[in-house]
Each structure stands twice: as structure tokens, then as C-alpha cells.
């Protein structure tokens, strides 16, 4: 555990989330608390604000503002999503990082993002350490799609699942007024993994929520759907279905790519004007059903929406931040920082360390025994999982009747 | 002020909003208070409950149940969209509601809605008095949508104007993550009137909002939305767009109804799959620019979004529904209850009582001068208007980090 003196390195990279600005809070105010970290950086956009020596002096920010950041969505820094090549095969980038590093001395790097960006942080880590440039490491997780491996679960789902779940509540309030038939169909975002869409099995376990979740782990047979929504509407006249941007048949092919099928038999369905994939499902069961059919997209408000976030997600993210920082400082490098459930009934989140070698690029998916035999919905372990991550309420304090975020002075670090 | 004594009667019809369940919880805790007010029910489905005898005897609700509606979004009797005919053309219904009102021995109406619901209302009022019925008729307003005349403002409009700000502020943020260009269209809701579109003006004022806001008061001009964009894209790399989903072409003819034009035009413009107006103007956008560009629909969030309704919205609407009981029970009728808003610098909202014959299928749209000159945004006058609406957050109790909405036994009234 030698003593490092040097100064450190911030950057956000890939999709924000309501809580990347609080581990970027973690961050820096833990790393300007060390004595040894001399100087600290935040990268505009990322490992691209490193390489075009784009940084600024996070000294200089008023704390206020830096507190601030745990309530503010989105990447106060900027972020970037830029893949390093390999090494082997092209240094260039590394020159200049290393270069970079050298010039201001930098000795800590703290890379804050998903999957691809624990490649580029494994990727500068291996760098350094062939180069013998001493400097520690240390990945922070990020993801609101929740499907970094070896963790237990990532900063930014707990909020963003209970956006959906709190949303999906309100949409089915709103779903039922009329006495007339109406099924809804709520597209969620997660290309592969379908931990956001599982979410709101959150507002069918209140009572309040889809009658039946697709996610893209089961393949998605359109028959099936047409059957199961059928059959819900002809019972209940009312059907709520949650769908993963993601799901795809049996053969691989995207849902959302049947639109375009959709849109040349134009004829027959009606409507050429199709959208994505909650429109495209819309105008397969009006057809079908004859129904009242709606179609909504949380879009990006699910990974934005910072006044409705977990204050559990927000308090881990920020310690995740903190943590990279402390065991750097300790000594450690070359280690993304993650969550580990500790045991026994309370919910307790511990954190351990993972090679960035192990991590990287790896993606963990939901479980297939969490999701309901038929493919339709989520189990009650999926429900005790997710549950402890949605707890308490962050707020932003709020000027005007309106949440106040952030504001950084984002002073350039001299060159 | 003749003493009354009969049963009282509630319905809630058009489209919901995240705070008509607090009117419904004026009208019926006030309701229960009144000693002359013998029964207290809620109709179900609003006039068609009343035609068809199908009401609740709210007495058997928990007082906990009927404070949770002050923070339950959506309509939870169910509300109704139906149209009652003139009584000189047809009188069937009206003969109808008569028959049942003599048999519960119903002395006083309650009906919460928007214009159509008012004209509904009115039509009742005057049939009552024509056959000589004893019966004291009020009408509660509420729509998101603002357009109700002679009222300051809607109970509805604040909730959902914050949910559109705050979501917009939260969207600002998302969109300029990265140092590439993007182009952000919001499609916010109102047909006719751009109150709601209007709101996002409040995000510009916090200096987190839309660059260009277009209100259906102002015919659109498509080339020059596309100059304005693109001007604003050139400058800055980032552009946010919110636009009425009401907006209209000189002619009157929808911008949504652009759609389908342009998915004859499909090789030209590369996509046959266009969804609403915000994908539709995306589309044409992103030909002109050759931006990345992203539609984004608040959809139903906006008027359900009970999460982030605004306290004050929530109190005023309470006190509509309480006021109208209180004026019926003192021996007022054929009256809405209207707000007023009082002198001074701080902001005050009284009750006025405005003849339900005026208020009736009447529409209230944004003022002109309210609107820049370049009909692209909002002037001062707006933000002073709008923000004391948006003051003070609602917030349901919360379970398992969930809101616990009211859930009503509904127990149908004897027969």
C-alpha cells in the first residue's frame, strides 16, 4: 500500500443516467479530500477530453454545486462513446493518453460508465502497466441497464426502474377510466437485457401494472402475443403489456424491424404511419382486436427523470464513486468497484472490487428462472431483488417550483 | 338560502388528469360534512353511472381511502365521454335522470370536467329547472388542457405544466451528454389550445429548455420551423423543440397529417415508418440537417404523472371541489366554480362562481401577446402567469418506494 502522490483523472462515458452525476460527486469530493491526489480533473466527454487535453480543475467548483450533483441527471462532464482500439494494434491513442498523463502528472483514472467503457478503462489500465507508468486504475459502474457482470446490480437501475414502475402505476390508473375497451402497450428501453422491462413487474406486484412483460431473454412469438392479449382484453376489456425495445423472434429478427414489413402491406393494416416498436405491436392488435390500442415510449425520460430517482440508487452511486477513490488511494488499481447483496433478510450492499479484465465487455442478462415459464411475466425472486433498489426518495432542492440542478464553472485545467 | 335536504350526486367526466381525484375528495369529504346532504354518491362513468343507476355510497369509504385520492391520479369512479342531446330534440336521458334523481331523492348535482362536461352540466341544470326540479346543480372544472373560459387557470394545468417543465429540464440535460449534434422534438399535448406546450417555456426560463416552442394559437410555417432549427443547430450543435401536437399550417391543415404525405415520398426521405407528429417533423428534420434527431411524445405521463403534481394545483383543486358543495349547500346553482386571481404581488387564488351557460363549450387559448413575435416561444408575461401553478410538491405516502394510491371499495348504493 505505497503512498501515491499525484493527481487524478475523472470521465463519464456511454448512456447517462439519473445518478452518473453522484458518483461523479463520490469522485471528486473524496478524491479532493486526499492529500495525496494533488490535483483534480474532470474530462470533458470522456477519455476523448483526455486525449484533446480538455479537463477542468474540479478544485475550483463551489461545493455547493458539487453536492448538487447528486440530484442532477445526466453527465455533468460530458460523456463519449469511444472505443479504443487495441493496443497491439494501433498505440496512438495510448501515446497520447500516456503523454497526457505524464504532462500533469496523473496517477489516478477513473473511468465511470457500462460495459464498453470498463473495456476502455481495462484497456488503459493493461497499457499502463506494460509502459511501467504507475498509475492506479479504477472503474465505476454505470448502467441503467443493469447488465455489467459480476455485480450485483448497477448505479442508475434502481432509478430508472422505479421511473417505470412508478409511471407504469400512473399510466394504469390513467388506462381504466373509461368504461370502453383500451389496451396500452409500454415500450422500455434494453436492447439485450430486460432488467428495465422487468421493472414493472414492480406495479403488478402493488397491483397496479402490465398483465404481461415481454423481455428480449425469451423469444417473442407474435402469435403467442396475439393470443395472451386477446384473451386478457375478451376478459378483463383492459390490458396493460410492457415490452423491451429489444425482444425478437425465434429467428433473431427484432419486433421493432416488423414494422417496416408492416408498412408495405399497408393495405391490409391501414396505417403505413408506423413508429417504433410499441406503435408497430399497437397496430398488429387494433387489427386483430378491433381494441382502442395506445402505444407509449418512455423514451429517454426513464434514464433522466432525476426527480423521481431512488435515494438507495443515488446514496450507492455516490459510494461507489467514493470507493474507487479510497482503494485507489489504498493501493489498489486495475479493479472496477461493485455491488455484492450482503446476507440476511435486511437489504445490505456491500461493495467488493472485480478485474476490469473480467468485466469488460461482459454482460449479464436476467435470469431465465425469474421469468415466468410462459415468458410473460416475472417471479416473485425478481421482485425481491429488485424491490431494495427502488427505496427512498431523492430530491432535488427545488427553486420556482422546479428541481435545481447543477450548475459547474467547468474552469479549463492549466496546460 | 332555503335549507335543501337531499342526496348529493358526484361525477367526473373527459379526460383525467393527475389531480381530479382531489376535487372528487372536496366534493365528497365536504359532502359528508353537510347535514342537509342525506347520501353522498359517486356515480360511475360520470352521467352514463347516474342513467344507468350505477353509483357508489361513498359513505362506506375509509377517510384514509378518500385523503389518498387528493394524490390518486386518474379518475377513480371512472370518468365518461358522453354527449347529452339537446333536451328539445330528444328527452329521453333527461327524463331518465330525473326518474332516478326523484328516486334516490338527488337535490344536488356535482359534475367535474372540461368544457364538454360543463356543457353536459348546464344541459342538466336547465332541464331541472324547466320540469320545476328542485336540484342544485354545480360544476367543477378540470382539464390539463387550461382552455376553460372565465377561470384563471384549470385545476390539472399546474400538475401537468410541472410534469412538462421538469421533464423537459431533465431532457435538456440528456440531449447535450455528448459533444456531437442533436436535435430533440417534444410533442406535448392540446389540440386547440397551447397552454400545455406553453409550459416548456418555464424549463427555458430556468435556462434548461426548448430552444423553439410552437403553440397551436400561431399557424405553423414548416420552412421556416426548418430555417429556425437549423440556424440554432448551426450555432450551438444542440436544438430542443417543443411543439403542440395541435399545431396547424396556414391552410388549417394538422402538421401531424404531414406524416402521411410524407410516407408517400418514402425513397426521398429514406423512412416509410413514421409515427406522430414529434417522429414526423424528426423525419423532416433530419433530412434538411442531417442531424442526429430524436422524437420524444409525453403521451399520457403528462396527465397522469400524480408524482410530480404540483401542491398547489393539488390544494386548488381540492378547494373547487369543496367550494362548489359549500355554495350549493348555501343555496346557490347552475353555477362552475371558477378561480380569480387575486391583486398584489403575491399570488392568490380566490373563488368566483361563473354561470355554467357561459362557461359552457366555450374555449380559453393562450393569449397572442403572450406569444413572441416570432411565434417561437413565451414572453415574461407567460412565466409570471404560469409559475405560481407549478409551486409546491404533492406527494403520495409511499410503500415499498412505490405511491400507495386510494383504493375505493366501491360499494353501489342500495337500490
Redesign the interface.
Known amino acids: 500500500m505505497s503512498r501515491l502522490e499525484g493527481a487524478c483523472i475523472f470521465g463519464?462515458s456511454g448512456?447517462?443516467t439519473s445518478v452518473i452525476n453522484a458518483s461523479a460527486a463520490g469522485v471528486i469530493q473524496e478524491a479532493l479530500k486526499q492529500d495525496c491526489i494533488t490535483a483534480v480533473y474532470g474530462a470533458?466527454?470522456g477519455i476523448?477530453g483526455i486525449l484533446e487535453e480538455n479537463f477542468f480543475d474540479m478544485s475550483k467548483e463551489d461545493s455547493y454545486e458539487l453536492d448538487l450533483l447528486k440530484t442532477?441527471?445526466?453527465?455533468a462532464l460530458?460523456?463519449?462513446?469511444y472505443k479504443l482500439k487495441n493496443a497491439d494494434e494501433d498505440e496512438t491513442d495510448y501515446k497520447r493518453l500516456l503523454e497526457v498523463f505524464k504532462k500533469y502528472n496523473i496517477r489516478y483514472f477513473f473511468y465511470n460508465g457500462g460495459n464498453d467503457s470498463m473495456d476502455t478503462c481495462n484497456k488503459v489500465s493493461k497499457y499502463m502497466q506494460k509502459v511501467g507508468y504507475e498509475c492506479r486504475v479504477m472503474g465505476v459502474p454505470k448502467t441503467i441497464d443493469n447488465d455489467l457482470w459480476g455485480t450485483d446490480h448497477c448505479p442508475g437501475y434502481g432509478s430508472a426502474a422505479?421511473y417505470i414502475?412508478?409511471?407504469t402505476?400512473?399510466?394504469y390508473?390513467?388506462?381504466?377510466?373509461?368504461?370502453t375497451g383500451m389496451i396500452t402497450i409500454l415500450e422500455i428501453m434494453g436492447r439485450n437485457a430486460g432488467w428495465l422491462t422487468a421493472a414493472s413487474a414492480?406495479?403488478s406486484?402493488?397491483g397496479?401494472g402490465p398483465d404481461l412483460i415481454y423481455l428480449p431473454e425469451v423469444p417473442f412469438d407474435l402469435d403467442k402475443f396475439i393470443e395472451d392479449t386477446t384473451r386478457i382484453y375478451k376478459q378483463n376489456g383492459k390490458v396493460i403489456v410492457a415490452v423491451s425495445e429489444g425482444i425478437k423472434d425465434k429467428d433473431g429478427k427484432y419486433i421493432s424491424e416488423y414494422?417496416?414489413d408492416l408498412?408495405k402491406t399497408k393495405d391490409s393494416f391501414g396505417h403505413?404511419?408506423?413508429?417504433?416498436l410499441a406503435?408497430t405491436l399497437a397496430n398488429i392488435v387494433k387489427e386483430k382486436t378491433g381494441a382502442k390500442v395506445?402505444g407509449?415510449?418512455f423514451?429517454?425520460?426513464q434514464?433522466?427523470?432525476?426527480?423521481?430517482a431512488?435515494l438507495t440508487d443515488v446514496n450507492e452511486a455516490y459510494l461507489a464513486g467514493q470507493s474507487a477513490v479510497k482503494y485507489a488511494v489504498e493501493g489498489k488499481t486495475d479493479y472496477m468497484v461493485a455491488f455484492e447483496r450482503g446476507e440476511g433478510p435486511e437489504y445490505k450492499c456491500n461493495i467488493k472490487l472485480l478485474n476490469l479484465s473480467e468485466v469488460a465487455n461482459t454482460e449479464k442478462k436476467v435470469p431465465l428462472e425469474w421469468i415466468k415459464p410462459d415468458g410473460t411475466g416475472l417471479t416473485q425472486d425478481f421482485i425481491n431483488y429488485a424491490?431494495p433498489l427502488?427505496?427512498?426518495?431523492s430530491?432535488s432542492p427545488?427553486?420556482?417550483?422546479?428541481?435545481r440542478?447543477a450548475k459547474l464553472k467547468k474552469v479549463l485545467a492549466k496546460k
Open positions: 463519464q448512456g447517462p470533458a466527454h476523448k442532477t441527471p445526466s453527465s460530458g460523456s463519449v462513446r422505479k414502475a412508478t409511471s402505476m400512473e399510466v390508473h390513467d388506462a381504466r377510466v373509461y368504461d414492480l406495479a406486484y402493488k397496479n414494422g417496416s408498412a403505413a404511419q408506423l413508429g417504433g406503435s395506445r407509449i415510449e423514451s429517454l425520460l434514464r433522466c427523470a432525476a426527480h423521481v431512488s424491490l427502488i427505496q427512498g426518495e430530491k427545488i427553486e420556482d417550483g422546479l428541481p440542478f
